[in-house]
């Protein structure tokens, strides 16, 4: 257990420099975007690239890692996001807008191999153990949320002054490094050895693994999660710098409690999911978005794009998280990587539309509307959770408590 215990604190960390990486880009680019361009609709086209990166990749990383193992995908993601780091430095210097979607589309092949964080938790872990390992691996990005801020003025006021923004892309090189270093610590068991006369089972059909109950709750749960918080966060710093007018770092300090939210409650999700199951901690995170959405229609307060974006967050990870662990009973051991790889495409995919449409949508609809547009996702998760629900019980009686 003492090893056990070792890699998901290494995990953990690993977790935190990758959302620290994530946090500072999607927070900084789109306003050096709007600083090279001057266009809102162009603005939040570089966190979407880099969410579609991450969906782009997501199947091929997780069948790369079945090919070659869990280290060397995550070796392989934490030299994207490095080379990331690099280009947006460069891209600032030459004001090259394209080069910073270059940029930050590398920086989210990284997150697609390091997504698989949460997995590996699962797979050094008891099976009893699974959700609190999820959970424990999410929960590294608290101190994400706590020191992404800090760590990125840091940077700024140290390097490549007066030239606005370079040092912060710095410090996304310096957490590759460190990323790098926390893989190398940490110790998986050695993969399965099969026999030499083993002949491995054919995947399963896409169309197959999407007519799987389990399949299309947990991915679209997941999903929903994923897209509206990503819609609502991309467009915040826009909202409060550009429309409100409020500071920088005031919409810096909106979104750094937004990804504390995301991840504090991690430490007890898991135990909350163990006791409940899914289908209700799915339904609790959804009630939070929903409560959310009526908060930021409610004025343009800062306390209100605090409270919005504080609740999101929460609700994020209960439903993330609590997809995460249905997900598990969607596929057998062969199956794994084909359908993880599949599931992340599903939500990274519409969740990277999602970002890049954010931008538009804002300038376009407004900001009551893009809340409107969400209760309307989570409408329709209802009836996709009624539906796995009567399927659920419909079937046999030997039911898994993590979808009860």
């Known amino acids: 257990m003492d090893n056990v215990k070792r890699n998901l604190f290494l995990l953990s ?70 080379i990331g780091g690099l280009l947006a430095v460069i891209s600032i210097y030459t004001n090259n807008y394209f080069l910073l979607c270059l940029a930050t589309f590398s920086h989210g092949t990284y997150q697609s191999f390091a997504n698989y964080y949460r997995f590996t938790a699962m797979e050094v872990s008891p099976k009893s153990y699974h959700k609190q390992a999820v959970s424990y691996v999410i929960l590294g990005g608290v101190l994400a949320g706590l020191s992404a801020p800090t ?141 959310s959405t009526l908060i930021a229609k409610a004025g343009v307060e800062l306390y209100n794009f605090y409270a919005a974006l504080v609740l999101i967050g929460i609700g994020w990870n209960f439903m993330f998280t609590a997809g995460t662990t249905l997900l598990e009973h969607a596929y057998n051991e062969e199956e794994k990587a084909y359908v993880q790889g599949l599931n992340d495409f599903v939500v990274f995919g519409l969740s990277g539309l999602a970002t890049l449409s954010s931008g538009f949508m804002l300038d376009r609809v407004g900001w009551d509307n893009m809340n409107n547009i969400v209760i309307g996702v989570l409408v329709l998760l209802v009836f996709v959770i009624l539906w796995f629900v009567k399927v659920r019980d419909g079937g046999p009686k030997n039911r898994s408590e993590a979808i009860i």
Request: glycine share 6%.
């Open 151 to 291: 760590l990125a003025r840091l940077f700024e006021s140290n390097y490549f002054e007066p030239v606005v923004y370079a040092g912060t892309y710095c410090l996304i090189i310096f957490l590759s490094l460190v990323a790098c270093t926390l893989i190398y610590l940490i110790k998986l068991p050695p993969r399965k050895k099969l026999p030499d006369d083993h002949v491995p089972a054919a995947n399963p059909k896409v169309m197959d693994v999407l007519k799987r109950p389990a399949f299309i709750c947990a991915s679209l749960s997941a999903t929903a999660a994923y897209l509206s918080m990503s819609f609502i966060m991309t467009a915040t710093p826009l909202e409060v710098v550009e429309v409100c007018g409020f500071l920088v770092e005031e919409a810096a300090g909106v979104i750094q409690w937004h990804s504390i939210s995301m991840f504090a409650p991690a430490i007890i999700t898991g135990t909350l999911i163990a006791r409940f199951g899914s289908i209700k901690m799915i339904l609790g995170g959804m009630i939070l978005m929903l409560v």
């Open 13 to 82: 960390m690993a977790q935190f420099v990758l959302l620290a990486s994530v946090v500072t880009v999607i927070t900084y680019s789109s306003l050096v975007a709007k600083m090279m361009t001057g266009d809102n609709a162009l603005a939040t086209i570089p966190a979407a690239t880099a969410f579609l990166a991450t969906a782009a990749f997501a199947f091929p990383a997780s069948m790369f890692m079945k090919r070659f193992g869990r280290k060397a995908g995550f070796y392989t993601g934490a030299t994207f996001g490095g």
